[in-house]
């Protein structure tokens, strides 16, 4: 059975920007944040200046629980880079609070990985990053 394991210092990590500093910064405190458009009510993943659904540029941000399921995944064993340990697993995520996200299955044994597994954020240090990847949930 091969486990999917975090991944270690010396990948390429997300250069936060002035928009997604926000997310960054909830992430290193250990919160899963989103955006939610004031106007339409519309969950707004990635951090964006202006909502995708009315346009308006009244958007607050959110904590999320942090738990959802699998929409689509799949397994890397040959990595693109020597800095990443394989297998891996992306996933994308449909958050229960209505919006998707992209991130890296943990903890899961590679054969268990499935669309519909429900799963929940598990926050990491990789370097000097705090990064959010999902782990199966427990029922």
Same mark, same amino acid.
């Given at each position: 059975?091969?486990?999917?394991?975090?991944?270690?210092?010396?990948?390429?990590?997300?250069?936060?920007?002035?928009?997604?500093?926000?997310?960054?910064?909830?992430?290193?405190?250990?919160?899963?944040?989103?955006?939610?458009?004031?106007?339409?009510?519309? %969950?707004?993943?990635?951090?964006?200046?202006?909502?995708?659904?009315?346009?308006?540029?009244?958007? %607050?941000?959110?904590?999320?629980?942090?738990?959802?399921? &699998?929409?689509?995944?799949?397994?890397?064993?040959?990595?693109?880079?020597?800095?990443?340990?394989?297998?891996? %697993?992306? &996933?994308?995520?449909?958050?229960?609070?209505?919006?998707?996200?992209?991130?890296?299955?943990?903890?899961? %044994?590679?054969?268990?990985?499935?669309?519909?597994?429900?799963?929940?954020?598990?926050?990491?240090?990789?370097?000097?990053?705090?990064?959010?990847?999902?782990?199966?949930?427990?029922?």
């Amino acid at each position: 059975m091969t486990l999917l394991v975090p991944q270690s210092e010396g990948i390429p990590l997300p250069r936060p920007s002035g928009l997604s500093k926000v997310f960054w910064d909830a992430c290193e405190e250990g919160r899963l944040v989103y955006q939610r458009c004031v106007r339409c009510e519309t %969950a707004v993943f990635n951090p964006s200046p202006v909502c995708p659904m009315c346009l308006s540029q009244e958007l %607050a941000w959110h904590d999320s629980a942090g738990r959802g399921a &699998i929409y689509s995944w799949s397994v890397a064993y040959r990595p693109m880079s020597s800095s990443f340990t394989a297998p891996y %697993a992306p &996933i994308i995520v449909d958050l229960d609070e209505g919006y998707q996200m992209v991130s890296n299955l943990i903890d899961c %044994a590679v054969d268990d990985v499935a669309i519909g597994l429900r799963v929940r954020v598990d926050f990491r240090e990789v370097g000097k990053m705090t990064l959010p990847y999902f782990r199966p949930d427990e029922p």
